[in-house]
């Protein structure tokens, strides 16, 4: 286990849903992330936040709705989402403090398998 | 734009052979690059980290080696095993930093009995 914990593993939703995905780090860092990993596609980077500042918003659509309510929670709302958004959603946390400061390992969640109809 | 290629696909090899995977990148101004261990239905674990002013990095039965300035990496598993199926993934970090990796698909790897 990586200290980051991802809730649900799993998600089937209709285009008129509102869900929310929970991202946990037990590591006590500073900086945390979202990711999209489509098949087939490399994973791309949706958010980054640190210390519970938005410091990335890698043109998300705006279906997709970031909170991060503190440094060990972060939290994905999704709203009127599409087929094609169906991917594996991932999490992943790093000590820095800074966005912009020196690069650091990445700690990831298992993610969550998200299924839109 | 940066621009992260990983070869082959795919890769099925014995038990006990030693396999190379191949990463290669389009701008060589990068801050580190990282190989990463994706299982299926799992996260990515981190395997190996190489600086920009490294040239390899080594755990265990992993060898990673960065050559900057023609813009590719090499993960080396020796003796491989059944149990290092997995996706092997490629990320770069750009000389700005930020922590920003862009990661290449992957290479899925099987070693069989």
Redesign the interface.
Known sequence: E?G?T?TPRHLVMGMTNKKSLKCEQHLGHN?M?WYKQSA????E?MF?YSLEERV?NNSVPSRFSPECPNSSHLFLHLHTLQPEDSALY?C?S?P?KL?????????????T?LTVL | KQEVTQIPAALSVPEGENLVLNCSFTDSAIYNLQWFRQDPGKGLTSLLLIQSSQREQTSGRLNASLDKSSGRSTLYIAASQPGDSATYLCAVTGAGGGNKLTFGTGTQLKVEL
Not at chain 1, 40 to 43: F, I, Q, T
Not at chain 1, 105 to 111: L, R
């Open positions: 990586t980051v991802q900086a992330y087939k596609k490399p994973l980077l980054v990335e991932l992943a790093s820095a966005a912009g400061g020196p690069a650091d390992t990445q700690y990831f969640g298992p993610g398998r």
